[in-house]
């Protein structure tokens, strides 16, 4: 922002909407003694951490150990049994309005590609100009432009995913979590869906994302947090982590012989 | 032997002459049962998806009691509708009792149950699916529902039909809250009775033949067009 002159009273609305848009960041991301029991069982136990806008953050660990859950917890898609989760701004509605999320499998509507896209913004109450806007650059943004009226469920799984993605990508959000999305892809439908990763990353969407695969954990991440049986071992700079993990568990994972 | 060869015959030839009677019979019909079946839709629906989504003390009970409605006997439609629109019940002074308005309001409490229940089947199950999706991307579960029923679109197409054939098939309701009186509220399940009673086995024969043709017909479009368009959706 440039604007240095004070706010006149009939201009404070549209000041308002760019400040909202430029850096009124929904980060950093608390959490803190987060648990969650299900079943009588402790799934997940005294987590805390915090993420801050920057780094690509991956989730580590191995089968089990809680990674997606945490996602989910983090998201607001499930609700903790103990601790909380916290984002930097006041109503609850507009943190998870500057979110969004990538499955392992992707759930599409049954409509077109474009539709699909379409949908997400729908929901954000954005005018039909500007939804069929954005929903054109995105799917050309992610080479699923030739699939735009075609029924999003034809595609293949890894185009879907791309969608899946496109879908995230059209709205725009501060922080994106990706929950193992490319681990029903093959190689090269996983370095397209990489690719885009990358790309949301270099324009400042927060990535958190988790996976159990080691060489891709190496290319994207930033920073580890590893699991291990529902509890957090180390959230470490991932260069470190790589090659000096703080926890015997964590070099045991990186080995390939975790015992479980 | 001879009543089938003969009932043939007969419907034929009320087909082929363009019979007024007949065709003012099957209009009424098809202008009774389908009213029924667009009202049914557009409370079956919304209902049956709400049941699916929302969770409520006494969802459990609705659940069970519509399901129960689906076996609902027309007689007992017809009889409760004749009692709320005779001259004395509640809404006697509207005089709609031996109007199609009144079979059409027997009919669609009469399939309304079959829809919804159907509906919440179906909802339910693609909920399962979509649920974290749709929460994910921002979608209460009331924003869900418009999106939910058309996503399930083709499926539900059976849920209506079902409605559909319940209502054409039916006589005990519209014999009851219409009267079978002859060009009002004469359509061709209570005319095949009627025809029956007086022993003319062929023309309601006939009649039958006909409203069987109508309704593989209706379900026969119904069917190619779903499967065309399943094929390409799912």
Not at chain 1, 55 to 80: Q, V
Not at chain 2, 100 to 125: C, E, F, G, N, Y
Not at chain 2, 202 to 215: E, Q, R
Request: glycine fraction near 8%; aromatic fraction near 6%; include cysteine.
């Amino acid at each position: 922002m440039t604007n240095t002159t004070p706010i006149a009273a009939n201009d404070s609305a549209s000041e308002k909407e760019t400040h909202a848009a430029s850096n009124s960041s929904i980060l950093p991301l608390r959490v803190s003694n987060l648990g969650f029991k299900a079943k009588g069982e402790d799934l997940l136990q005294d987590i805390s951490f915090e993420l801050h806008a920057g780094p690509r953050t991956i989730i580590m660990g191995p089968n089990g150990a809680g990674k997606s859950l945490l996602l989910r917890l983090c998201h607001g898609l499930l609700e903790p049994t103990s601790g909380t989760v916290t984002w930097h701004s006041n109503g609850t509605n507009a943190a998870s309005m500057k979110q969004a999320m990538v499955f392992q499998r992707p759930v599409l509507l049954r409509r077109t590609a474009a539709q699909n896209i379409d949908y997400g913004l729908k929901l954000r109450n954005m005018p039909s100009a500007k939804r069929a806007q954005i929903t054109d650059d995105v799917l050309n943004r992610t080479g699923l432009a030739r699939f735009a009226d075609k029924p999003a469920r034809l595609l293949s799984g890894g185009e879907q995913q791309k969608l899946a993605l496109a879908r995230a990508w059209a709205l725009n959000p501060d922080v994106l979590f990706l929950d193992e999305p490319t681990a029903s892809l093959d190689p090269a439908a996983a370095h397209a869906i990489e690719t885009i990763v990358q790309t949301m990353h270099d324009e400042g969407t927060r990535i958190i994302m988790t996976t159990h695969d080691l060489a891709q954990a190496k290319r994207l991440a930033d920073e580890v947090v590893f699991i291990h049986k529902g509890r957090m071992l180390e959230q470490t700079p991932a260069d470190k982590f790589f090659e000096t993990p703080q926890c015997g568990e964590a070099a045991a994972f990186l080995r390939g012989e975790l015992r479980w | 032997m001879n009543d089938i060869s003969e009932a043939f015959a007969t419907a034929l030839q009320l087909l082929i002459s363009f019979d007024p009677a007949l065709f003012e019979i099957v209009g009424l019909s098809l202008q009774v049962s389908l009213s029924a079946v667009a009202i049914a839709v557009f409370i079956g629906l919304p209902l049956g998806a709400a049941l699916a989504l929302f969770k409520f003390p006494g969802r459990g009970a609705i659940t069970i009691l519509i399901n129960a409605l689906m076996g609902l006997p027309p007689v007992v439609v017809g009889l409760v509708v004749y009692i709320i629109l005779s001259r004395s019940g509640p809404l006697g002074v509207l005089g709609l009792l031996f109007t199609p308005t009144a079979m059409i309001i027997a009919q669609a409490l009469l399939i309304s149950p079959i829809i919804a229940a159907l509906t919440r089947q179906v909802v339910a199950d693609l909920w399962v699916e979509y649920a974290e999706q749709m929460r994910s991307l921002g979608s209460g579960r009331l924003r869900a529902i418009p999106t939910l029923l058309y996503d399930a679109r083709f499926t539900l197409v059976t849920a209506v039909l079902a409605g559909f054939g319940r209502a054409s098939a039916e006589v005990g309701a519209v014999m009851i809250v219409g009267g079978n009186i002859d060009h009002v509220t004469r359509v061709m399940t209570t005319a095949i009775a009627l025809e029956v009673s007086k022993g003319d086995l062929a023309l309601a024969l006939g009649l039958g033949i006909v409203l069987i043709g109508l309704s593989v017909s209706i379900n026969a479009a119904t069917y190619s067009v779903k499967q065309r368009a399943e094929a390409v959706w799912t």
